[in-house]
């Protein structure tokens, strides 16, 4: 008898997607799930149309509606198209936490097989760096902005506590880098650290993420959950996909409060398209994930023990895990194959390694997070606004122009206190030296310390405006409640 009916949005996607989603979807009808599927298309299809978003108004409104999507991989062709399809999606849906879990299989050869790699990546899905706020500011200098915020940090690490709590794990470990970039992954870092008190029961560690690849490397079990920026996580999961067996078997789900997106962790591989030669292991474990989202439990079990009983009997082995074990890849499974001894195998139990039957809820979001601070709390914050950084394109040398920014100080409230070149003070001199590049910090400050009116910072800035034409933006310098809102130059 079929189980309750579920609506799911499935975008079969680009290159191998179409095949690696339809060996998923007839291995959850064979396993006896009912769902409705309805087919929506996003990716290279859309932007050949001319749709640059990628995603066009029929797939927003049939995922809004379903809220739970199958995905394959999408293309971001070059030359057209603005952004990567599945950056939209997971911004529009405002999917922000990323879990991806690496865990040891069998029948898989690795260099840590035998130690019970069994880990979980939960990457911050849509700030950071991938805000995409990027600028050429002078014709040779770019620059991208690294969004983090407090609420942003709070969801994704709130979740990465519960999704322990529901997985019976017992550590979250922090990645980020904070020794270096302070106002941002050290923003990560103190909530981590704030919102680790509410889980007195498990264990929670800061490791700085460059250490995290070393012990990824060194000695994966160690790990259970590890929660991230965006693009530490984007890096680090690859890692961790590549310590269980690559590409071929790293699932992933993209949680927001209401929606979320399955899909596999690699790419549309072109040169396999329509080959049916691609390991649809990847998708099917997503799929599995997606059950266990809408509560299909029982299948979700069935499906994982299938795929792991294939993978543990070797009977159909795809070309990828023949060529590790340096097989005949003649001998290889097709997609279909592989899939077709999937179904074949569901009811069965796997000897080595069971599915991770981890009660009703796996990988489902936590219950819409009460955020802790409201506008109350904002509005008690002391601040005040002591100095610009204005950036300057200029051929000058800052010697020369620091004199002459002094005296365009002199009369408001501000002193120059140091110009910069890439983040190192070059005036007045410490000695270090910096290779220009065209492109200079000027920071001003009041002489007290004190809050600059707003009409003296306007001042200020035209002032400068008026003398340097190739000034290209403008950072205020905020205190909030005593505490600097930005950081020094190196040097000063
Ligand atoms: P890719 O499609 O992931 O393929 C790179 C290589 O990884 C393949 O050539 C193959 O290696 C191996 N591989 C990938 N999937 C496999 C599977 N299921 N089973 C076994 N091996 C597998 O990466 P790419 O070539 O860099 O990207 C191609 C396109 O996909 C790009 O347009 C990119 O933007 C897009 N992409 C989309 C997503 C997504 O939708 N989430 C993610 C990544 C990339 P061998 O050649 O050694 O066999």
Redesign the pocket.
Known sequence: MPSAAHCVTVIP?????PE?VRSAIRVIEAAGVFIDWEEAAA?ASVFEKGDTSGVPAETRDSIERTKVVL???????VGFGEK???VTLRKLFETYANVRPARELPGVPTRYAGEGVNLVIVRENVEDLYAGIEHMVTPDVGQCLKVISRKGSEKVIRYAFELARREGRTKVTAATKANIMKMTEGLFKKVFEELAGEYPEIESEHLIIDNVAHQLAKEPAQFDIIVTTNLNGDIISDLASGLVG???FASSGNYGDSVAIF??????????AGKDL??????ILSSVMMLRHIGETAAADRIEDAVLVTLEEGHAT???LV?QTGGDVDTAASTTGFTDAVIANLGRSPATLKARRVGAVDHAPAPPHAWSYGPEHYAAIERRTIGLDIFIETDSDAGRLGPELEGLAATGPFELRFIESRGTKVYPSVGLSSDGVRLLRARFVTRDGGAAAERDLLALQGRVAERQPGWTHIEKLHVFDGADGFTKAQGE
């Open positions: 996607g680009d290159g191998v997607g690696v990716g995905k394959g991989p999408l293309e971001t062709p990567s399809a599945n690559g590409l071929g899909e596999a962790v690699h790419g549309s591989a072109p040169k396999y691609i390991n649809p292991t990847a998708l795809t070309q990828d060529r």
